[in-house]
Protein backbone atom coordinates (compact mmCIF):
# COMPACT_ATOMS: atom_id res chain seq x y z
CA UNK A 1 0.00 0.00 0.00
CA UNK A 2 1.16 3.24 -0.77
CA UNK A 3 2.42 5.94 1.40
CA UNK A 4 -0.12 9.06 1.89
CA UNK A 5 1.18 12.13 -0.33
CA UNK A 6 0.20 13.95 -3.13
CA UNK A 7 1.44 11.78 -5.88
CA UNK A 8 -0.12 8.55 -4.18
CA UNK A 9 -3.51 11.41 -3.71
CA UNK A 10 -4.91 10.00 -7.29
CA UNK A 11 -4.60 6.15 -6.78
CA UNK A 12 -7.09 6.28 -3.48
CA UNK A 13 -10.35 4.85 -3.42
CA UNK A 14 -13.59 6.25 -3.80
CA UNK A 15 -14.40 5.51 0.06
CA UNK A 16 -11.86 8.48 1.03
CA UNK A 17 -13.12 12.01 0.06
CA UNK A 18 -10.07 13.60 -1.14
CA UNK A 19 -9.06 17.33 -2.02
CA UNK A 20 -10.81 18.22 -5.73
CA UNK A 21 -8.80 21.55 -5.80
CA UNK A 22 -5.42 22.15 -6.93
CA UNK A 23 -3.34 22.85 -3.88
CA UNK A 24 -0.03 24.19 -6.28
CA UNK A 25 -2.57 27.20 -6.86
CA UNK A 26 -3.41 27.52 -2.85
CA UNK A 27 -1.20 31.01 -1.31
CA UNK A 28 -0.48 31.09 2.41
CA UNK A 29 -2.29 33.60 4.55
CA UNK A 30 -2.30 31.69 7.46
CA UNK A 31 0.25 30.58 9.91
CA UNK A 32 -0.26 28.22 12.99
CA UNK A 33 1.85 27.83 15.24
CA UNK A 34 1.10 24.41 17.50
CA UNK A 35 0.65 22.18 14.85
CA UNK A 36 -0.75 19.07 16.72
CA UNK A 37 -4.23 16.40 16.65
CA UNK A 38 -6.67 19.29 17.30
CA UNK A 39 -5.59 22.27 14.45
CA UNK A 40 -5.56 19.49 12.19
CA UNK A 41 -9.00 18.36 12.99
CA UNK A 42 -10.63 22.04 13.24
CA UNK A 43 -8.91 24.92 11.65
CA UNK A 44 -7.65 23.24 9.16
CA UNK A 45 -10.60 20.72 8.40
CA UNK A 46 -12.57 24.90 8.07
CA UNK A 47 -10.24 25.90 5.59
CA UNK A 48 -10.40 22.65 3.59
CA UNK A 49 -13.81 23.16 3.77
CA UNK A 50 -13.40 26.61 2.06
CA UNK A 51 -11.06 25.57 -0.52
CA UNK A 52 -12.98 22.92 -1.69
CA UNK A 53 -16.14 24.95 -2.47
CA UNK A 54 -13.71 26.98 -4.43
CA UNK A 55 -13.05 29.70 -1.96
CA UNK A 56 -9.77 31.54 0.08
CA UNK A 57 -7.36 29.97 -2.18
CA UNK A 58 -5.12 32.78 -0.77
CA UNK A 59 -5.47 31.24 2.61
CA UNK A 60 -4.27 28.31 3.05
CA UNK A 61 -1.68 27.39 6.25
CA UNK A 62 1.98 26.98 6.83
CA UNK A 63 2.27 24.92 9.90
CA UNK A 64 4.98 25.89 12.65
CA UNK A 65 6.40 23.50 15.31
CA UNK A 66 7.43 25.69 18.11
CA UNK A 67 9.41 23.02 20.16
CA UNK A 68 12.17 20.52 19.46
CA UNK A 69 9.31 17.59 19.89
CA UNK A 70 7.79 18.81 17.09
CA UNK A 71 10.48 16.95 14.99
CA UNK A 72 8.29 13.86 14.34
CA UNK A 73 5.21 16.01 13.16
CA UNK A 74 7.92 17.84 10.92
CA UNK A 75 9.26 14.39 9.30
CA UNK A 76 5.46 13.05 8.87
CA UNK A 77 4.70 16.58 7.02
CA UNK A 78 7.68 16.43 4.67
CA UNK A 79 7.37 12.57 3.84
CA UNK A 80 3.32 13.26 2.73
CA UNK A 81 3.78 16.60 1.01
CA UNK A 82 1.64 17.96 4.31
CA UNK A 83 -1.37 15.45 3.69
CA UNK A 84 -2.98 13.60 6.05
CA UNK A 85 -6.58 12.03 6.97
CA UNK A 86 -9.01 12.92 9.14
CA UNK A 87 -11.04 10.38 10.49
CA UNK A 88 -14.35 11.28 11.89
CA UNK A 89 -15.62 8.96 14.31
CA UNK A 90 -18.99 8.11 14.79
CA UNK A 91 -21.28 6.60 17.69
CA UNK A 92 -22.30 3.70 15.85
CA UNK A 93 -18.86 2.93 14.42
CA UNK A 94 -19.69 4.50 10.80
CA UNK A 95 -15.69 6.34 10.25
CA UNK A 96 -15.88 8.97 7.73
CA UNK A 97 -12.39 9.51 6.08
CA UNK A 98 -10.97 12.80 4.23
CA UNK A 99 -7.54 13.41 3.29
CA UNK A 100 -6.96 17.04 4.50
CA UNK A 101 -5.14 19.49 1.73
CA UNK A 102 -5.28 23.07 3.39
CA UNK A 103 -1.86 22.74 5.33
CA UNK A 104 0.47 23.54 2.36
CA UNK A 105 3.87 24.19 4.00
CA UNK A 106 5.36 23.50 7.34
CA UNK A 107 8.23 24.64 9.05
CA UNK A 108 10.40 23.68 12.20
CA UNK A 109 11.27 26.58 14.03
CA UNK A 110 14.13 24.98 16.11
CA UNK A 111 15.78 24.07 12.71
CA UNK A 112 15.24 27.75 10.94
CA UNK A 113 13.68 30.45 13.16
CA UNK A 114 14.76 32.58 10.28
CA UNK A 115 12.35 31.45 8.02
CA UNK A 116 9.40 31.18 10.11
CA UNK A 117 9.92 34.80 11.06
CA UNK A 118 9.97 35.62 7.34
CA UNK A 119 7.07 33.54 6.81
CA UNK A 120 4.73 35.35 9.52
CA UNK A 121 6.32 38.65 8.02
CA UNK A 122 4.73 38.04 4.23
CA UNK A 123 2.83 40.79 3.33
CA UNK A 124 0.65 37.38 2.39
CA UNK A 125 0.17 36.21 5.81
CA UNK A 126 -2.96 38.30 7.42
CA UNK A 127 -3.70 35.50 10.55
CA UNK A 128 -1.31 33.78 13.10
CA UNK A 129 -3.48 31.46 14.91
CA UNK A 130 -2.06 29.51 17.95
CA UNK A 131 -2.96 25.98 19.52
CA UNK A 132 0.11 25.93 22.18
CA UNK A 133 -2.06 24.51 25.29
CA UNK A 134 -3.11 25.97 28.58
CA UNK A 135 0.84 26.25 29.36
CA UNK A 136 2.15 27.89 26.32
CA UNK A 137 1.11 31.68 27.12
CA UNK A 138 3.93 31.26 29.83
CA UNK A 139 1.45 32.94 32.56
CA UNK A 140 1.14 32.13 36.47
CA UNK A 141 -2.16 30.05 36.61
CA UNK A 142 -3.23 31.96 39.87
CA UNK A 143 -2.08 35.67 38.77
CA UNK A 144 -2.55 35.11 35.02
CA UNK A 145 0.93 37.25 35.08
CA UNK A 146 3.58 36.82 32.37
CA UNK A 147 6.63 34.85 33.99
CA UNK A 148 9.33 37.38 32.82
CA UNK A 149 12.01 34.96 34.35
CA UNK A 150 11.28 31.85 32.06
CA UNK A 151 14.63 30.65 30.92
CA UNK A 152 13.63 30.58 27.15
CA UNK A 153 11.87 34.08 27.37
CA UNK A 154 15.25 35.66 28.67
CA UNK A 155 17.37 34.31 25.96
CA UNK A 156 14.99 35.73 23.45
CA UNK A 157 15.33 39.07 25.21
CA UNK A 158 19.20 38.74 24.13
CA UNK A 159 20.06 41.68 21.66
CA UNK A 160 20.67 39.03 17.99
CA UNK A 161 19.36 35.72 19.49
CA UNK A 162 18.03 33.73 17.29
CA UNK A 163 13.89 33.25 18.70
CA UNK A 164 13.11 30.21 20.16
CA UNK A 165 9.83 30.99 21.76
CA UNK A 166 6.46 31.36 20.33
CA UNK A 167 7.19 35.05 21.92
CA UNK A 168 10.25 35.97 20.37
CA UNK A 169 9.42 34.50 16.93
CA UNK A 170 5.90 36.21 16.75
CA UNK A 171 7.20 39.43 18.02
CA UNK A 172 9.74 40.02 15.82
CA UNK A 173 7.76 38.97 12.39
CA UNK A 174 5.79 41.62 13.36
CA UNK A 175 8.77 44.36 14.20
CA UNK A 176 10.08 43.27 10.76
CA UNK A 177 6.17 44.32 9.19
CA UNK A 178 5.79 47.39 10.95
CA UNK A 179 9.50 48.48 9.81
CA UNK A 180 8.42 47.21 6.14
CA UNK A 181 5.16 49.54 6.78
CA UNK A 182 2.93 46.11 6.85
CA UNK A 183 -0.71 46.10 8.71
CA UNK A 184 -0.04 43.49 11.63
CA UNK A 185 -1.47 40.18 11.10
CA UNK A 186 -4.24 39.20 13.87
CA UNK A 187 -3.01 36.71 16.47
CA UNK A 188 -6.06 34.17 16.69
CA UNK A 189 -5.51 32.20 19.99
CA UNK A 190 -7.51 28.50 19.65
CA UNK A 191 -6.87 27.73 22.83
CA UNK A 192 -9.20 26.29 25.38
CA UNK A 193 -8.71 29.67 28.11
CA UNK A 194 -11.01 31.83 29.21
CA UNK A 195 -10.78 35.61 27.27
CA UNK A 196 -7.90 33.38 25.12
CA UNK A 197 -7.51 36.64 22.88
CA UNK A 198 -7.01 38.31 25.87
CA UNK A 199 -4.75 36.67 27.24
CA UNK A 200 -2.27 36.61 24.00
CA UNK A 201 -2.59 39.78 23.88
CA UNK A 202 -1.44 40.08 28.03
CA UNK A 203 1.33 37.84 27.16
CA UNK A 204 2.77 38.97 23.09
CA UNK A 205 2.25 42.94 25.16
CA UNK A 206 4.17 42.21 28.17
CA UNK A 207 6.95 39.84 25.93
CA UNK A 208 7.12 43.07 23.62
CA UNK A 209 7.27 45.27 26.48
CA UNK A 210 10.26 43.89 27.50
CA UNK A 211 12.11 44.02 24.21
CA UNK A 212 11.26 47.80 24.04
CA UNK A 213 8.52 49.42 26.08
CA UNK A 214 7.09 51.35 23.02
CA UNK A 215 6.82 48.49 20.93
CA UNK A 216 4.75 47.12 23.98
CA UNK A 217 2.18 49.79 23.26
CA UNK A 218 2.32 49.40 19.87
CA UNK A 219 1.20 45.56 19.81
CA UNK A 220 -1.55 46.39 22.63
CA UNK A 221 -2.92 48.68 20.52
CA UNK A 222 -2.19 47.33 17.18
CA UNK A 223 -2.64 44.20 16.99
CA UNK A 224 -5.96 42.45 16.82
CA UNK A 225 -6.41 39.25 19.07
CA UNK A 226 -9.79 37.99 18.42
CA UNK A 227 -11.30 35.69 21.23
CA UNK A 228 -12.66 32.38 20.21
CA UNK A 229 -14.31 29.12 21.66
CA UNK A 230 -13.07 25.83 19.58
CA UNK A 231 -14.94 22.93 20.16
CA UNK A 232 -14.29 19.48 18.57
CA UNK A 233 -12.50 16.26 20.95
CA UNK A 234 -9.55 15.20 19.55
CA UNK A 235 -8.11 12.58 20.93
CA UNK A 236 -4.63 11.12 20.47
CA UNK A 237 -3.93 9.07 17.53
CA UNK A 238 -3.05 5.72 18.27
CA UNK A 239 -1.90 2.85 16.00
CA UNK A 240 -4.75 0.78 16.36
CA UNK A 241 -5.76 4.14 14.54
CA UNK A 242 -3.70 3.98 11.62
CA UNK A 243 -4.01 0.00 11.31
CA UNK A 244 -7.43 0.86 10.79
CA UNK A 245 -7.21 3.83 8.49
CA UNK A 246 -5.41 1.38 6.45
CA UNK A 247 -7.35 -1.47 6.31
CA UNK A 248 -10.57 -0.22 6.30
CA UNK A 249 -9.77 2.57 3.52
CA UNK A 250 -6.51 1.38 2.11
CA UNK A 251 -4.39 4.52 3.22
CA UNK A 252 -0.93 4.39 4.68
CA UNK A 253 -0.70 7.68 6.74
CA UNK A 254 1.99 8.27 9.18
CA UNK A 255 -0.09 10.53 11.24
CA UNK A 256 -3.84 10.64 10.80
CA UNK A 257 -6.48 12.79 12.97
CA UNK A 258 -9.33 11.09 14.54
CA UNK A 259 -12.08 12.79 16.26
CA UNK A 260 -15.88 13.42 17.24
CA UNK A 261 -18.52 14.53 14.60
CA UNK A 262 -19.44 17.46 16.53
CA UNK A 263 -17.28 20.82 16.05
CA UNK A 264 -17.83 24.35 16.86
CA UNK A 265 -15.89 27.04 16.80
CA UNK A 266 -17.09 30.98 17.77
CA UNK A 267 -14.39 33.44 16.59
CA UNK A 268 -14.91 37.15 17.35
CA UNK A 269 -15.14 39.07 14.43
CA UNK A 270 -12.16 41.73 14.66
CA UNK A 271 -9.90 40.97 11.49
CA UNK A 272 -9.21 44.74 9.98
CA UNK A 273 -6.51 42.80 8.09
CA UNK A 274 -9.12 40.51 6.34
CA UNK A 275 -9.79 37.23 7.04
CA UNK A 276 -11.61 34.19 5.19
CA UNK A 277 -15.37 33.65 4.66
CA UNK A 278 -15.46 30.96 7.39
CA UNK A 279 -18.93 31.81 8.30
CA UNK A 280 -19.68 30.10 4.71
CA UNK A 281 -18.44 26.58 6.59
CA UNK A 282 -20.16 26.76 9.66
CA UNK A 283 -18.10 29.45 12.22
CA UNK A 284 -20.20 31.54 14.29
CA UNK A 285 -18.76 35.18 13.73
CA UNK A 286 -20.38 37.15 17.14
CA UNK A 287 -19.03 40.43 18.75
CA UNK A 288 -18.74 38.69 22.17
CA UNK A 289 -17.23 34.72 22.56
CA UNK A 290 -17.43 35.47 26.39
CA UNK A 291 -20.95 33.61 26.93
CA UNK A 292 -19.77 31.15 24.53
CA UNK A 293 -16.73 30.49 25.89
CA UNK A 294 -17.81 30.14 29.24
CA UNK A 295 -20.77 27.57 28.62
CA UNK A 296 -17.88 25.28 26.94
CA UNK A 297 -14.99 25.48 29.42
CA UNK A 298 -17.50 25.10 32.47
CA UNK A 299 -19.26 22.81 31.18
CA UNK A 300 -17.46 20.36 28.57
CA UNK A 301 -13.63 21.16 29.87
CA UNK A 302 -14.12 21.53 33.68
CA UNK A 303 -16.61 17.99 32.75
CA UNK A 304 -13.89 16.04 31.44
CA UNK A 305 -12.04 16.97 34.84
CA UNK A 306 -14.78 15.84 36.59
CA UNK A 307 -14.88 12.66 34.64
CA UNK A 308 -10.78 12.48 34.38
CA UNK A 309 -9.89 12.35 38.09
CA UNK A 310 -12.38 10.23 39.83
CA UNK A 311 -12.82 8.15 37.25
CA UNK A 312 -9.27 7.28 36.91
CA UNK A 313 -8.93 6.34 40.47
CA UNK A 314 -11.68 4.27 40.00
CA UNK A 315 -9.95 1.90 37.40
CA UNK A 316 -11.67 3.59 34.42
CA UNK A 317 -8.97 4.16 31.02
CA UNK A 318 -11.66 5.62 28.91
CA UNK A 319 -13.85 8.67 28.73
CA UNK A 320 -17.11 6.52 27.45
CA UNK A 321 -16.29 4.19 30.16
CA UNK A 322 -16.67 6.41 33.15
CA UNK A 323 -19.44 8.98 31.47
CA UNK A 324 -21.62 5.29 30.98
CA UNK A 325 -20.89 4.36 34.36
CA UNK A 326 -24.33 5.45 36.42
CA UNK A 327 -22.78 6.82 39.63
CA UNK A 328 -20.18 8.93 37.24
CA UNK A 329 -22.82 9.86 35.16
CA UNK A 330 -24.94 10.83 37.72
CA UNK A 331 -21.94 12.92 39.30
CA UNK A 332 -21.24 14.28 36.32
CA UNK A 333 -24.69 16.14 35.54
CA UNK A 334 -24.94 16.92 39.38
CA UNK A 335 -21.82 18.93 38.97
CA UNK A 336 -22.88 20.31 35.42
CA UNK A 337 -26.56 21.06 36.73
CA UNK A 338 -25.87 22.57 40.35
CA UNK A 339 -22.20 23.85 39.95
CA UNK A 340 -21.69 25.31 36.77
CA UNK A 341 -24.33 25.93 35.20
CA UNK A 342 -25.82 28.45 37.83
CA UNK A 343 -22.46 30.34 37.24
CA UNK A 344 -23.34 30.97 34.01
CA UNK A 345 -24.64 33.96 31.40
CA UNK A 346 -27.15 33.27 29.29
CA UNK A 347 -25.66 32.15 26.10
CA UNK A 348 -27.11 33.88 22.72
CA UNK A 349 -29.13 30.90 20.52
CA UNK A 350 -28.92 28.63 23.46
CA UNK A 351 -30.76 25.97 25.13
CA UNK A 352 -28.55 25.15 28.26
CA UNK A 353 -30.55 22.11 29.00
CA UNK A 354 -30.18 20.62 25.42
CA UNK A 355 -26.14 21.90 25.20
CA UNK A 356 -25.82 19.77 28.82
CA UNK A 357 -27.31 16.36 27.12
CA UNK A 358 -26.08 16.68 24.18
CA UNK A 359 -22.49 16.89 26.08
CA UNK A 360 -22.89 14.07 27.93
CA UNK A 361 -24.39 11.81 24.76
CA UNK A 362 -20.96 13.31 23.01
CA UNK A 363 -18.80 12.24 26.22
CA UNK A 364 -20.51 8.65 25.78
CA UNK A 365 -19.14 8.31 22.23
CA UNK A 366 -17.45 4.73 22.37
CA UNK A 367 -15.99 5.13 19.30
CA UNK A 368 -13.35 8.03 19.76
CA UNK A 369 -12.24 5.86 22.57
CA UNK A 370 -10.62 8.87 24.13
CA UNK A 371 -8.32 8.43 27.51
CA UNK A 372 -9.24 10.05 31.08
CA UNK A 373 -4.90 10.25 31.03
CA UNK A 374 -5.34 12.95 28.25
CA UNK A 375 -7.17 14.99 30.55
CA UNK A 376 -5.82 14.50 33.61
CA UNK A 377 -2.33 15.41 31.54
CA UNK A 378 -1.02 18.94 32.48
CA UNK A 379 -4.08 19.49 34.99
CA UNK A 380 -1.84 22.53 37.17
CA UNK A 381 -2.46 24.15 33.64
CA UNK A 382 -6.28 23.21 32.95
CA UNK A 383 -7.99 23.26 36.84
CA UNK A 384 -7.43 26.68 36.94
CA UNK A 385 -8.58 27.61 33.75
CA UNK A 386 -11.77 25.64 33.95
CA UNK A 387 -12.66 24.14 37.35
CA UNK A 388 -11.58 26.65 39.57
CA UNK A 389 -13.37 29.96 38.60
CA UNK A 390 -16.76 27.68 38.64
CA UNK A 391 -15.61 26.93 42.36
CA UNK A 392 -14.22 30.86 43.26
CA UNK A 393 -17.90 31.76 41.48
CA UNK A 394 -20.06 29.31 43.73
CA UNK A 395 -18.33 29.97 46.64
CA UNK A 396 -18.52 34.04 45.99
CA UNK A 397 -22.42 33.39 45.65
CA UNK A 398 -22.35 30.76 48.85
CA UNK A 399 -23.64 28.03 46.28
CA UNK A 400 -23.07 24.21 46.51
CA UNK A 401 -19.07 23.54 45.70
CA UNK A 402 -18.77 19.84 47.16
CA UNK A 403 -18.30 18.14 43.87
CA UNK A 404 -15.87 20.58 42.54
CA UNK A 405 -13.53 20.19 45.48
CA UNK A 406 -14.14 16.35 45.70
CA UNK A 407 -12.47 16.58 42.00
CA UNK A 408 -9.76 18.69 43.61
CA UNK A 409 -9.43 15.78 46.71
CA UNK A 410 -9.75 13.09 43.55
CA UNK A 411 -6.78 15.18 41.80
CA UNK A 412 -4.52 14.66 44.92
CA UNK A 413 -5.01 11.11 45.58
CA UNK A 414 -4.05 10.04 42.09
CA UNK A 415 -0.71 12.21 43.18
CA UNK A 416 -0.47 9.78 46.01
CA UNK A 417 0.42 7.31 43.12
CA UNK A 418 -2.52 4.36 43.10
CA UNK A 419 -5.66 3.58 41.89
CA UNK A 420 -8.28 2.07 44.47
CA UNK A 421 -7.22 -1.24 42.35
CA UNK A 422 -3.41 -0.59 43.43
CA UNK A 423 -2.32 0.10 40.13
CA UNK A 424 0.30 2.80 39.56
CA UNK A 425 -1.08 5.96 38.81
CA UNK A 426 1.04 8.33 36.38
CA UNK A 427 1.07 11.80 37.01
CA UNK A 428 2.25 14.11 33.98
CA UNK A 429 2.27 17.87 34.49
CA UNK A 430 4.97 20.74 34.50
CA UNK A 431 4.57 21.10 38.63
CA UNK A 432 4.98 17.01 38.84
CA UNK A 433 7.69 16.80 41.58
CA UNK A 434 6.19 19.65 43.26
CA UNK A 435 2.63 18.26 43.44
CA UNK A 436 3.83 14.65 44.41
CA UNK A 437 6.08 16.49 47.03
CA UNK A 438 3.09 17.62 48.46
CA UNK A 439 1.13 14.43 48.19
CA UNK A 440 3.23 12.48 50.74
CA UNK A 441 3.15 15.32 53.61
CA UNK A 442 1.83 14.83 56.16
CA UNK A 443 -0.73 17.70 56.23
CA UNK A 444 -4.16 17.00 54.46
CA UNK A 445 -4.40 20.63 53.10
CA UNK A 446 -0.20 20.27 51.96
CA UNK A 447 -1.84 19.46 47.87
CA UNK A 448 -4.21 22.64 48.32
CA UNK A 449 -1.36 24.72 49.74
CA UNK A 450 -0.19 24.98 46.12
CA UNK A 451 -0.41 28.60 45.47
CA UNK A 452 0.94 28.46 42.08
CA UNK A 453 -2.31 26.64 41.10
CA UNK A 454 -4.64 27.01 43.94
CA UNK A 455 -4.14 31.08 44.80
CA UNK A 456 -5.67 31.39 48.31
CA UNK A 457 -8.73 28.15 47.92
CA UNK A 458 -6.57 26.75 51.17
CA UNK A 459 -7.60 29.26 53.28
CA UNK A 460 -11.54 29.18 52.95
CA UNK A 461 -13.19 27.39 55.90
CA UNK A 462 -15.95 25.59 53.21
CA UNK A 463 -13.28 24.52 50.82
CA UNK A 464 -10.80 23.19 53.53
CA UNK A 465 -13.27 21.27 55.12
CA UNK A 466 -15.09 19.64 52.25
CA UNK A 467 -11.15 18.42 50.89
CA UNK A 468 -10.04 17.16 54.20
CA UNK A 469 -13.42 15.48 54.52
CA UNK A 470 -13.19 14.05 50.73
CA UNK A 471 -9.51 13.43 50.43
CA UNK A 472 -9.77 11.43 54.15
CA UNK A 473 -12.95 9.44 52.57
CA UNK A 474 -11.11 8.74 49.53
CA UNK A 475 -8.10 7.03 51.15
CA UNK A 476 -10.21 5.07 53.97
CA UNK A 477 -13.56 4.15 51.68
CA UNK A 478 -12.03 4.17 48.21
CA UNK A 479 -13.73 6.46 44.88
CA UNK A 480 -17.09 4.78 44.57
CA UNK A 481 -18.27 5.26 48.50
CA UNK A 482 -16.88 8.92 48.54
CA UNK A 483 -18.78 9.69 45.00
CA UNK A 484 -22.18 7.55 46.18
CA UNK A 485 -21.96 9.99 49.07
CA UNK A 486 -21.73 12.75 46.73
CA UNK A 487 -24.51 11.67 44.29
CA UNK A 488 -27.08 10.93 47.42
CA UNK A 489 -25.99 14.14 49.36
CA UNK A 490 -24.85 12.97 52.17
CA UNK A 491 -22.74 13.77 54.14
CA UNK A 492 -18.96 12.53 53.01
CA UNK A 493 -17.80 9.99 56.09
N1 LIG B 1 -7.53 17.91 21.62
C1 LIG B 1 -8.70 18.50 21.80
O1 LIG B 1 -9.75 17.84 21.95
C2 LIG B 1 -8.80 20.01 21.81
C3 LIG B 1 -10.05 20.59 21.59
C4 LIG B 1 -10.19 21.98 21.69
C5 LIG B 1 -9.08 22.76 21.91
N2 LIG B 1 -7.88 22.18 22.08
C6 LIG B 1 -6.74 23.10 22.34
O2 LIG B 1 -5.63 22.74 21.54
C7 LIG B 1 -4.48 22.54 22.36
C8 LIG B 1 -3.60 21.50 21.72
O3 LIG B 1 -4.29 20.28 21.70
P1 LIG B 1 -3.83 19.11 20.75
O4 LIG B 1 -4.80 18.01 20.95
O5 LIG B 1 -3.57 19.58 19.39
O6 LIG B 1 -2.45 18.70 21.44
P2 LIG B 1 -1.14 18.09 20.75
O7 LIG B 1 -0.34 17.55 21.88
O8 LIG B 1 -1.51 17.20 19.62
O9 LIG B 1 -0.39 19.36 20.14
C9 LIG B 1 0.06 20.40 20.95
C10 LIG B 1 0.98 21.31 20.16
O10 LIG B 1 1.31 22.41 21.00
C11 LIG B 1 2.71 22.60 20.99
N3 LIG B 1 3.16 23.22 22.24
C12 LIG B 1 2.99 22.76 23.50
N4 LIG B 1 3.56 23.61 24.38
C13 LIG B 1 4.09 24.62 23.65
C14 LIG B 1 4.84 25.79 23.98
N5 LIG B 1 5.15 26.08 25.24
N6 LIG B 1 5.22 26.60 22.98
C15 LIG B 1 4.93 26.31 21.69
N7 LIG B 1 4.27 25.20 21.31
C16 LIG B 1 3.85 24.37 22.29
C17 LIG B 1 3.27 21.20 20.81
O11 LIG B 1 4.61 21.26 20.38
C18 LIG B 1 2.30 20.65 19.76
O12 LIG B 1 2.65 21.07 18.47
C19 LIG B 1 -5.06 22.16 23.72
O13 LIG B 1 -4.17 22.42 24.76
C20 LIG B 1 -6.31 23.00 23.79
O14 LIG B 1 -6.02 24.28 24.31
C21 LIG B 1 -7.70 20.82 22.04
O1 LIG C 1 -7.05 20.02 25.38
P1 LIG C 1 -7.20 20.78 26.66
O2 LIG C 1 -5.94 20.90 27.39
O3 LIG C 1 -7.77 22.13 26.50
O4 LIG C 1 -8.26 20.02 27.57
C1 LIG C 1 -8.54 18.66 27.56
C2 LIG C 1 -9.92 18.37 27.00
O5 LIG C 1 -10.91 18.82 27.89
C3 LIG C 1 -10.08 19.05 25.67
O6 LIG C 1 -9.07 18.65 24.80
C4 LIG C 1 -11.44 18.72 25.02
O7 LIG C 1 -11.39 17.44 24.46
C5 LIG C 1 -11.74 19.73 23.96
O8 LIG C 1 -11.70 21.03 24.49
C6 LIG C 1 -13.05 19.50 23.26
O9 LIG C 1 -13.29 20.56 22.38
Redesign the pocket.
Known sequence: MPRLDATTLPTLGPSVWTPRYDRSAVGVGIVH???????RS?EAMYVDRLLESGQAQDWGICGV???P??RR?AEVMAAQDCLYTLVVKHADGFLDARVVGSVVEYLLAPDDPEAVVEKMAAPGTRIVSL??????YNTSPDTGAFDTAAPDVVADLQPGALPR??FGLVTEALVRRRERGLAPFAVVS???IPGNGHLARAAFGAFATLRDPELGEWVAAEVPFPNSM?????PVTTDDDRADLARRFGVEDAWPVVCEPYTQWVLEDAFPGGRPPLEDVGVQLVDDVAPYELMKLRLLNAGHQVLGHLGRLAGHAYVHEASQDPLFREFLLGYLDEEATPTLPPVPGIDLRRYRADLVGRFANPAVRDTLARLCENASDRIPQFLLPVLRADLAAGREIRRSVAVLAGWARTAEGTDDTGRPVELSDPRRDALLARARDADPLAFLRERDVFGDLAEDPRVAAAFTETLTSLRRRGTRATVEDLVRGRRVR
Open positions: LGVGGFHHGVLSDMTVTEGGTTCDNVDRIT
